[in-house]
């Protein structure tokens, strides 16, 4: 059943204009709108004029989308002017208007969603096909035409931050910059496209921060560290770093070190799909397996995401005997003799005796002098 009454109480910030039912949507007053949370001016890409539903129109630079300016009589959507590639992809929707009706709803898909096939209908539009996920203001996500609880609803005021990795293949949710959980798995080489879509007569809906970074070193740094950070902490601010590096960080990466990924406490069905299920163990730890330490002389970032060469599985393209060749390829770190173990070393000389005594004494004379060491250490390397 559709709500009448728009949802409150789950606004970013405590302004009046979001925490009260300030809009009537029958009434055509204008809405209050509220800047809490729209620090970072810098957007990536801003919604498609050419690609959007006929019932919605643009303003704020392509920023905010309305839909429904009179009356209602379907679903409509729009997209971003930007494909997802390859990277890191971060966006944030706020919602500026009263949510309530059929559905409005925030997610991604590819450009084979037909974003005016629900004109003249009322319905969860993404999600309704394998194109698509849409994550409801119910708390309901949407995909190939099937539903699972997901996550609390939202409402005016309410945050939904998306965070598309495209190297690790993850969707992930965030309410008021709090993590809800991993939507969506294995997605590397899909095409999508940021999309949104309200049933509800004059909606409207925000991109308060669009970002896409490659998935570089930089990258991973930063992500460890927003990990290892407790969750109320301001990354940058409690780091002793340089302010130019500071700024810089900010300005580039600064939603990396922002994030806060120790969920939100949502709650979810036990006999929904692993796919499609958020697990909270592992809420928003979609770059955990850079967390763990890799084996010595293995480079996991040479390797397909997801892939332990070390403990190859039936399903991994490269065999078990192939991956026991690359690390029986790695050769064993050079150590200077002084490192050795204790116990004597069986030497085998053909020559003079006397040539393996004088070897045997700079040995334990290179154990005790460490600039001998270093002088010698030319001819034993």
Not at 48 to 58: G, N, R, W
Not at 338 to 363: F, I, N, R
Request: hydrophobic share 30%; aromatic share 6%; charged share 20%.
């Amino acid at each position: 059943m559709p709500l009448v009454v728009p949802v409150i109480g789950e606004s970013y910030c405590q302004c009046p204009t979001q925490t009260e039912v300030t809009h009537d949507p029958s009434s055509g007053a204008p809405i209050l709108d509220c800047a809490c949370g729209e620090e970072d001016q810098n957007c990536d890409w801003v919604w498609d004029e050419a690609c959007k539903s006929s019932s919605t129109y643009l303003s704020c630079s392509d920023r905010k989308v309305s839909f429904h300016s009179e009356y209602s009589c379907g679903t409509a959507a729009i997209r971003g002017n930007k494909e997802l590639a390859d990277g890191q992809h971060f966006w944030e929707i706020k919602m500026t208007s009263p949510v309530y009706g059929t559905d409005m709803m925030v997610g991604v898909g590819t450009s084979e969603v037909n974003l005016e096939q629900f004109r003249h209908s009322f319905c969860s539009l993404l999600g309704t096909d394998g194109d698509s996920w849409g994550l409801s203001y119910t708390g309901l996500l949407h995909h190939k035409g099937a539903k699972v609880s997901f996550s609390p609803r939202f409402g005016q005021g309410s945050i939904i931050g998306v965070h598309l990795d495209n190297w690790h293949g993850t969707l992930t949710f965030y309410k008021n910059r709090r993590c809800i959980g991993v939507a969506a798995r294995q997605l590397q080489n899909k095409r999508l496209y940021p999309m949104v879509c309200s049933t509800a007569a004059k909606s409207s809906m925000k991109v308060i921060r669009s970002c896409s970074v490659p998935t570089s070193l930089q990258y991973l740094c930063c992500d460890r560290l927003r990990q290892l950070m407790p969750p109320s902490d301001d990354t940058l601010s409690v780091l002793p770093l340089p302010p130019g590096l500071r700024r810089l960080l900010r300005s580039r990466l600064g939603w990396v070190l922002s994030l806060n990924r120790s969920g939100s406490g949502s709650s979810s069905d036990s006999d929904s799909d692993a796919d499609e299920q958020p697990d909270d163990s592992d809420c928003c730890s979609s770059s955990g397996s850079y967390a763990e330490s890799p084996e010595p002389g293995v480079d996991l970032l040479a390797s397909e995401p997801g892939v332990d060469l070390l403990h190859p599985s039936a399903d991994m393209d490269v065999p078990g005997a192939e991956a026991e060749a690359v690390v029986a390829a790695v050769p064993p770190p050079l150590l200077c003799p002084s490192c050795l173990p204790s116990y004597p070393l069986v030497h085998d000389y053909s020559g003079d005796p006397g040539e393996a005594a004088a070897s045997d004494s700079d040995t334990d004379s290179c154990a005790s002098d460490p600039e001998t060491c270093q002088r010698k250490r030319c001819r034993w390397t």
